[in-house]
């Protein structure tokens, strides 16, 4: 799969303004990828509920339609060691005014969306495929400790996703989940949407991206 090498090449290399990569694999019949400029975590401490968090990722647009750089100064998830957090994601389509709710188009077509949630550094295998010469969204840095699974100091964050779909398998859809947190850590999490009309089966593989983001995370 390509990986955003450029923040100013989103607009051509993911379906964050634009419909899928046709070199990706074809699926039938085409339905149109999710236009997205801005997403956002909100976290919520299931023990202590005025423990909260919201970290936003987003890239707009100019006045003449040009893509704006990524803005990631807002894409810090803290977390309390130890905890379980819910999460939600809210995802916006700010070129439309007034801005659209993007998490509710995927929600109505949950049964081909589905989200991957990958924890950096980890000690296990990786849930979102890596293959050499890939390149990991900002502000998730390009080093061995990303790349691989490690053998210390991994990242001590699991996500659980609790939504389903309504297809007969009831696959994961992943607008809702459940963060569980261990030790103090940090790292980064990246954020995959894959896009899979008529071919969802609950893995990676089929379809294309709609979205290929990154976040910083600290477990304190």
């Known amino acids: 799969m390509k990986k955003i090498r450029n923040p100013f090449l989103l607009i051509s290399t993911v379906a964050l303004f ?3 990569n046709k070199k990706e694999e074809v699926v039938a019949p085409t339905i149109a990828n999710e236009a997205l400029t801005t997403v956002s975590i909100i976290l919520v401490n299931t023990q202590a509920p005025f423990d909260k968090d919201t970290a936003t990722w987003e890239q707009l647009l100019d006045n003449n339609g040009n893509p704006l750089p990524v803005d990631v100064s807002k894409v810090n998830v803290i977390l309390k060691a130890n905890a379980t957090y819910t999460a939600e994601l809210l995802m916006l389509d700010k070129t439309q005014n007034p801005f659209f709710d993007v998490s509710n188009e995927i929600k109505n077509r949950s049964n081909y969306h589905l989200f991957f ?24 840095p390009d080093n061995a ?8 100091n991994p990242l001590q964050l699991t996500v ?3 939504d389903h779909d ?8 992943g607008l809702q989940s459940q963060f569980v947190t261990g030790a103090t850590s940090s790292g980064w999490l990246r954020l995959v949407l894959r896009h899979q009309p008529n ?3 609950g893995t990676y593989a089929p379809g294309s991206t709609d ?9 304190q």
């Open 18 to 20: 634009i419909s899928c």
């Open 117 to 140: 949630y990958q924890p950096l550094p980890t000690t296990n295998a990786f849930v979102i495929p890596y293959a050499t010469g890939d390149v990991l969204p900002d502000p998730i």
């Open 145 to 152: 400790q990303t790349t691989a699974p490690v053998s210390s």
């Open 160 to 162: 659980n996703i609790t």
């Open 211 to 219: 979205l290929d983001i990154g976040f910083t995370v600290d477990i």
């Open 199 to 201: 071919v969802k089966n």
């Open 166 to 173: 309504s297809n007969p398998q009831t696959y994961p859809v």
